[in-house]
T-cell receptor, first 114, second 114 residues
Framework: EPEVTQTPSHQVTQMGQEVILRCVPI?????FYWYRQILGQKVEFLVS????????KSEIFDDQFSVERPDGSNFTLKIRSTKLEDSAMYFC????????????FGSGTRLTVV | AQSVSQHNHHVILSEAASLELGCNYS??????LFWYVQYPGQHLQLLLK??????LVKGIKGFEAEFIKSKFSFNLRKPSVQWSDTAEYFC????????????FGKGNQVVVIP
């Protein structure tokens, strides 16, 4: 069964540093998403991406965040200057044209900012 | 924007017991409804989904959910749980049309004791 792959599985970074979280969505999917889950809290929507541009973003997705699909297979989330409160599990998801087939999630990247 | 409530965040039960997890959402329009499961160390997996038609939906691993429109609910059930059902369960909704961002509930941590 096709999978969404996320790397790294764990990342520890110092406050103020930049991090890039990587995702390889399913190859024929067209819609891409980032979500995050702070420990003990809800899974929260960050951003959606379609046709090489952001189609929607939440209030969480401020100027320190950016997304990119640099080469047609990877989908990255960059956090420019990490803060302690960015510590969370970050999930990538993708889906095809037909919503009925649902979303496929990656196994997540655990980001710890120290 | 849609929101999702899940209660009884921690559930402990014995094998062969029945499980019911509540999910209520708030949104004035038409929604699609999902239940995801996350086994320890793994990615979010789709258990079942409701888009239209029969409000009683059957999913994988013996799970089912019932959409009750008048109650804005989509409760998950399994008549007889197994130890392998130990996981976190998330209810999610998205609005028909639009960008289809998912709104998640806080999750239910279910522990099944052998």
């Amino acid at each position: 069964e096709p999978e969404v792959t996320q790397t790294p599985s764990h990342q520890v970074t110092q406050m103020g540093q930049e991090v890039i979280l990587r995702c390889v969505p399913i190859s024929n999917h067209l819609y891409f998403y980032w979500y995050r889950q702070i420990l003990g809290q809800k899974v929260e929507f960050l951003v959606s991406f379609y046709n090489n541009e952001i189609s929607e973003k939440s209030e969480i997705f401020d100027d320190q965040f950016s997304v990119e699909r640099p080469d047609g297979s990877n989908f990255t989330l960059k956090i420019r200057s990490t803060k302690l409160e960015d510590s969370a599990m970050y999930f990538c998801a993708s889906r095809g044209e037909i919503l009925n087939y649902g979303y496929t999630f990656g196994s997540g990247t655990r980001l710890t900012v120290v | 924007a849609q929101s999702v409530s899940q209660h009884n965040h921690h559930v402990i039960l014995s094998e062969a017991a029945s499980l019911e997890l509540g999910c209520n959402y708030s949104y004035g329009g038409t929604v699609n409804l999902f239940w995801y499961v996350q086994y320890p160390g793994q990615h979010l997996q789709l258990l079942l989904k409701y888009f239209s038609g029969d409000p009683l939906v059957k999913g994988i691993k013996g799970f089912e959910a019932e959409f009750i429109k008048s109650k804005f609910s989509f409760n998950l059930r399994k008549p007889s749980v197994q130890w392998s059902d130990t996981a976190e369960y998330f209810c999610a909704v998205n609005a028909r049309g639009g960008n289809n961002r998912l709104a998640f509930g806080k999750g239910n941590q279910v522990v099944v004791i052998p």
